[in-house]
């Protein structure tokens, strides 16, 4: 096996495990707030775009339907979100964060911007930029080799 592309040093490798383990961060300080990592994207995509729908999210979350239709059937059931006919399409259903929802994503989401800081206050607003770009061109290529 060629040296350079040993598993321990993988471009691959490195990735998947710093994502793991900010995940895993991540997740951490949303349960402290009550919340799962799926509930918490839910009412993040929710307070940025009030009323879409349910396969939206989905889209979104990069989930099937079926769990999110689990997720969001969970938060309805604790009054976490609302859903409510659209006004013209009778049958799309728009969701909505509830005053209950917003107080646990302000908990969960201040939790996760603590996280943030401390990853950020080990990088130069500089070292920042760079690792965006770096990983912006990562997924570029990783979504179209052909470029």
Do not use: W
């Not at 040093?9 to 710093?18: E, H, M, P, Q, V």
């Not at 059937?73 to 917003?102: F, M, N, S, Y």
């Amino acid at each position: 096996m060629d040296p350079e592309f040993a598993p321990r040093r993988r471009l691959l490798t490195a990735i998947k495990t710093a994502e793991q383990a900010t995940q895993q961060a991540k997740e951490a300080a949303v349960r402290a707030a009550g919340l799962t990592l799926a509930q918490y994207n839910v009412l993040i995509l929710l307070d940025e775009t009030p009323g879409i729908t349910s396969a939206e999210l989905a889209r979104r979350c990069f989930v099937t339907p079926q769990a999110m239709n689990q997720t969001v059937a969970r938060l309805v059931r604790e009054g976490r979100i609302e859903r409510t006919p659209h006004p013209t399409h009778r049958h799309v259903l728009e969701t909505r964060i509830t005053a209950d929802g917003r107080r646990l994503l302000d908990k969960a989401d201040g939790q996760v911007l603590e996280l943030e800081r401390r990853l950020r206050d080990h990088l130069s607003p500089e070292q920042q930029q760079d690792l965006r770009t770096h990983l912006a061109a990562i997924e570029r290529l990783a979504r179209h080799p052909e470029a």
